[in-house]
C-alpha cells in the first residue's frame, strides 16, 4: 500500500515524502554484520549481493534442518480492494514492534512480481515507515529469482518443442500440449500466440507451476524430484508426459540451484527479513518459500510471515497446500482491515471511500466477520489488526470494536505506517499474549485423499458461502482424465479473482449462495496440486488504464523515481 507521509515528513516548503525518499533517508545496517549480530551468522553461511542483500547459503540451510523451531505468525486480510489493506506493511510493522519488544523475531515475505510493480502497485516492499529495504534492489529483478524461474519454464517449452520437431518418440499429441511459456510482465496480448508447433500463450511468471515448485521444495533433491514429476502433455490414449520423460531435470535444476535459497535483507528499523518466491495467490498458492519458513523459524523466536489476497484465498491455501505438505502450520493469525475498505465492502466507491461513512463501514463489517469465520474453519482464532488512516472516523473506530468484541476477537489499531514498530507494539503484544497461551489444532479444510471434486465443494461451501460448484466441459473431461491418470486426490488451488467470495469481481466482496463456476483444471503434479482456474480469471494479466510504469524514470544521476 502506497501513501504520502503526513507534513512533517517533508521538507518544508515540499510535498510530503514518498516511500522511496524515506528509504533513501534510513541509514541501513551492512548485510553481514547484520546477520552475525541479530542471526547469529558468519560470513560464510551468506552469499553478499553488494552491502545490504545477500542469500543464506545451501549449507546454512541443511545445517539449519536440525535446529528447534520458532512460532510462526501468519497475517492475512479481508478481501482485497483497489486501495489495499496493508498486508506487508503490516508483517513489517509489527516484526519490528515484537524486535522491539525483545523478540528475536524475523519476517518472512514474497518478492514483488515486475507485472504488478509496473503495473497497479508500484512497489511492493511495504511503505512509510514499515518498509524493506533496499526497496529498489527488491522491487527490481531481485537477485535473479523471478528470471531464473522464468528461464527454466520457458527452457522447458523449448525442449518440449524441439522433442516435436524431431519426431516426437513420446508420442505426445500435439494437440494437448499444457505447458505454456510465461515472462514476469502484464501483456494481455500474449495471452494467446502462434509459436512454431501451433497455437501457444503466456502465463506471468508468478503462475509458473516451476514458481510454485521452488517455494514447496525442502532442498535441490525435492526440487528435483518435484521438477521430474511436473506433467507437460498427454498422449492420445490419456497418459502423461512428464518433465523426467524429457530428460530435462537435470537442466531446470542448473537454472534454479541459486535462486532456491532465500534472501535476506533488513526493515529500516534493521530487523532481518527472509524475501524468497512469489506465487500469486489468485493463481497460485500465495506463499513465500517454505526454505525460508524454515530456516526463518530455526533463526528466531517469532516468524510473522503474510498469505496473499484475504484470509479465504491466502490463510486457506497456506493451511490446505503450505502446511499440508510441510507439516508446519501456524500458530497464530492476523487479519488486516482498513476502514476504508470495510467502507468499500458496505457500498462506498472509490471516490467516496476514503471518507467517513458509518452506514457504509457497519455494512461491510459482514466481509470481517465471514473472514474470521475462514480462520476459525481451521481452527485459529484471528487478532484483528486496524491499519489506521487520518480519515478514520471515533465513531467507526468504535463501530468496528463492537463488533469484534462481538465475535470475540481482539483488535488493535495500528500505526505503523507512520511510526514503523512503535506503531504495532499493541498488536505485537497481543500476538505475544496468543502465543503464549499455546498453539491451536490447526488442520487442513479437508482430510488428504479427499478428491478434487469434493475438495472444491468444501473449499466453496465452507468457506465461500457457495451453493456448490459448477465444472465446464472442459474441466469435468479433464476431471475424468486426472481420475484416470491417478491425480485425482490431489489437493485443489482454487484460481479465482481476489476481489469477491464469488468467481466474479463485479458481484462485490459480500456475495453469497453462488455457485462457483471452473473453467478449466491444470495438474501440477510437481508442486502437488490441481489448479482449477475460475470465472474469467486471466493468469496473464493486462496493464491499467494508467500503469504505475508511465510514472517512474532515472534522474541524470542514475537515481530511480517515481518507485513508491
Known sequence: MSRKMDGSEGVAGHAPATDLEIAHRTPLEPILPLAEACLGLAAEDLIPFGHYRAKLSLPLLQRLKDRPRGRLVLVSAITPTP?????TTACVGLVDALSRLGVSALACLREPSLGPVFGMKGGAAGGGRAQVVPMESINLHFNGDFHAVTAGHNLLAALLDNHLYWG?????DPERVVWPRVLDLNDRSLRRVRTGQGEGAFEITAASEIMAILCLAEDLADLKRRLGRIVVAWRHDDTPVTVADLGAVGALALLLRDAMAPNLVQTLEHTPVLI?????????????????????????EVVVTEAGFGADQGLEKFIDIKSRQSGIFPD????????????????????????PDLAALTAGLDNLVRQVAVARAFSLEPLVALNVFPDDSDAERAQLSACCSQLGVAVANCDHWARGGEGAVALARLVQQRLSSGSAEVAPLYPDGTSVEKALETVATRLYGASGVEFSPEAREMLQRLEGAGYGQLPVCIARTQFSFSDDPAAGGLVKGHRLRVRELRLSAGAGFVVAVCGSLMTLPGLPREPAALGMGLDDEGNITGLA
Not at 516426437?168 to 505426445?172: Q, R, S, T
Open 332 to 355: 497464530a493469525a492476523v487479519i488486516v482491515v482498513t476502514l476504508r475498505a470495510l467502507r468499500f465492502h458496505g457500498g462506498a466507491t472509490r471516490e467516496t471511500m476514503q471518507q
Open 83 to 87: 486501495a489495499g489493506e496493508g498486508k
Open 276 to 300: 524468497h518466491g512469489g506465487p500469486f495467490a489468485n493463481i497460485a498458492h500465495g506463499c513465500s518459500s517454505l526454505a525460508a519458513t524454515r530456516a526463518a523459524l530455526a533463526l528466531g
Open 168 to 172: 516426437n518418440a513420446l508420442e505426445i
